[in-house]
Structures are given as C-alpha cells and as structure tokens.
C-alpha cells in the first residue's frame, strides 16, 4: 500500500473543513512525572498538597517513538506534554526515539513485545513504519501519530493524528513573507526525506515560486553553519532564509553574520532562544505548531480510547498548528517558549 498524496488544493479544501480545536481536558493536570528514554514511572495518587487528581482509572502503558535527533530541544517539549499527561492519567509513559526509519521500527516492535497498551509515533519515514504498525495493529495494540504523518496516518493504521499540517504551514510562512515584499527566500532543509519539513518547502514555494531549497545536515550545526554561510555569500538574489526548526535557525543567524548578508530569517517552531530573537527583532515571525499539545494529546488520547473507546478528530488530524508567532505576540509567549511549554 503506498502513502496517499494530497494536492495543494485538495489539502487546503480538507484543512478548512476539518479545522477542530483539541478536545478539551477532562481533568486538571498536575506536575510532570520523571521520565527517561528507557521508561518513566506511575505517579502516586493526589496528596492534597497541590495540583489535580490522578484519574482513578487502572493503570496502563504508553510508549512513544520518534524521529528525534540527539540535542534536538524540539522533542523535550513534545515529551514534557507528554509526561503531564500521563501524570494524569495514571499511564506508565516509555519513550524512545531515533531519526533513522529503520531503527525508529525497532523500537516500535520492542514496545510491541513489551505488550504495552498503545503506541504514539511519529511518521517522518512512513514507508519505514508500515510493516510494523501492522504488527501493532495485529496484536491489538491502538495507535496514533503525531508530529509528522498527517497525510499517511489513516494508511499506516493510526486511529488520530496530532500535528500541525505542514503544507498549510509552509505557505503561511511563504505568505508572510510575500507581506514583507520578500521573493527569493531559500528554505533550509535539515534532514532530506522527512515528509514533512518537504511539505513546510513545498508550501512556501507554492507562495513564492522562486523560493530555493538547500539541504544540510542537521545533527552536524558546523555544516549547517559553513553551508549556509557559502549559500547566502554566492546568491546575489536571495532575501530570505527559513529555518525549519528553532535551533537551525539560531545557526542561521549566524551564518548570517557570518556571510555579511542582510537577508530577512524566519521560522519554523519554538524555544526560548528563537523566542527572544523574535522580541529582539532578530527573527522576522516563526510559524509554530504548539508541539507540547502533540505531546500532550497523543497519550490523552489513547488513554481515552482505552477507558471509553473514545476517537479523537473522527478521521481527520486535529491540528495544533500553524500559529505565526511575530512581534505582535512574541512577549506573550517567551515565557512559555522559555520554560519548554511552547
């Protein structure tokens, strides 16, 4: 079976008409619950000192697998949404993570083996994860994606996607930028292959036709410096450079400097760092796709299919993005992007 293909258009038609906000939370959160990549532990039940009550459900296993990259700050924001819910409902959290397709499957199937009650996963390889999630679907065990996989999550098995539609989002950014009179961005890509950040290029290119794509590799910031950095000295044309994760871009700024280029630089996603550049005017808007709700909702989600066979976006991805955040905004946020919530 090959991963379904939705055109521009047919993506934006199916975006307005799905557009529904995330399902509202049935119980006060409470402080996280530690977690490492080997697993996580069950939190006790309510003191009375603070925060809400653990549901009072039985308890159950979640694990969660991604494409993270070592270093990346991206993921512990995902995870920190992931581990207050769990906290909440009463989940033994695990989480593993690997940004090679093949491997990111072997820790699916280890966790199958575990017998764990549902699986979250991210599908920026999905041709990767087919044959496993079948082995999950196989021994019972439901699933949803998150992050990247919005076009393929119903293919692969998924009962829910919870992620940002990232072609939409590309062109909301390219969009912003055609605001600024910008013409010639080049879109930064840091991990060739990754359905989704070729979606983010995409969706500006669809904007601005004359955007330009430059791969680099995004576990290696040197590389990503000294390539940008040769990129922006030799395109006479370019006035735009788009980061397509908050610490690339923080690279890019320098590379900026670096070239003595007087590009504009924008975004995508969110940290503390990328925030404050924003405030500071250094970074001209970020699209963010609120990734500690991807956390957050994809282990309440499969706690409430487990408790009441409940099914989250009925079909479609419950969007947590894209939201712009520019100078309009950035003060609200920085705090949150600071303390990892955003």
């Not at 503390?272 to 001209?284: E, F, S």
């Amino acid at each position: 079976m090959t991963a379904r293909r939705v055109s521009p258009e047919g993506r934006r038609t199916g975006v307005r008409r799905r557009r529904a906000a995330a399902a509202a939370l049935l119980l006060p959160a409470v402080a996280l619950a530690g977690c490492s990549s080997e697993g996580g532990r069950r939190p006790a039940a309510d003191t009375g000192e603070g925060g809400g009550q653990v549901a009072q459900t039985e308890p159950m296993k979640i694990a969660m697998v991604t494409h993270a990259a070592p270093g990346d700050t991206f993921w512990d924001t995902i995870r920190k949404g992931a581990e207050e819910a769990s906290a909440k409902d009463n989940v033994e959290f695990l989480y593993g993570s690997d940004p090679e397709g093949g491997r990111q499957a072997q820790l699916v199937q280890q966790y199958i083996d575990q017998g764990v009650d549902g699986i979250a996963v991210t599908l920026a390889k999905p041709d990767a994860l087919r044959d496993v999630l079948g082995k999950a679907e196989e021994a019972g065990i439901p699933v949803v994606s998150l992050n990247a996989g919005e076009g393929e999550f119903e293919d692969l098995g998924a009962f829910a996607h919870f992620g940002s539609d990232e072609q939409l989002a590309g062109e909301t950014a390219g969009e912003r930028l055609k605001e600024e009179g910008l013409q010639h961005p080049i879109c930064v890509i840091q991990e060739q292959g990754h359905v989704g950040l070729e979606a983010r290029c995409a969706g500006v290119k669809e904007a601005l036709p004359e955007t330009e794509i430059l791969y680099v590799q995004g576990t290696d910031m040197t590389q990503v410096s000294s390539t940008a950095t040769a990129k922006l000295q030799t395109s006479a044309e370019a006035d735009a450079i788009i980061g397509l994760g908050a610490p690339i871009t923080m690279t890019l700024l320098e590379a900026k400097e670096s070239a003595g280029s007087d590009v504009t630089v924008a975004s995508f996603d969110m940290n503390g760092d990328l925030a404050q550049a924003i405030v500071d005017g250094d970074v001209l808007f970020t699209i963010d796709q609120q990734p500690w709700l991807q956390g957050y909702l994809s282990v309440d989600s499969l706690w409430q299919n487990h408790r009441g066979a409940f099914k989250i976006g009925g079909g479609q991805p419950t969007l947590t993005g894209p939201a712009v955040v520019d100078s309009t905004n950035a003060e609200q946020v920085l705090q949150y992007a600071q303390e990892g919530v955003r």
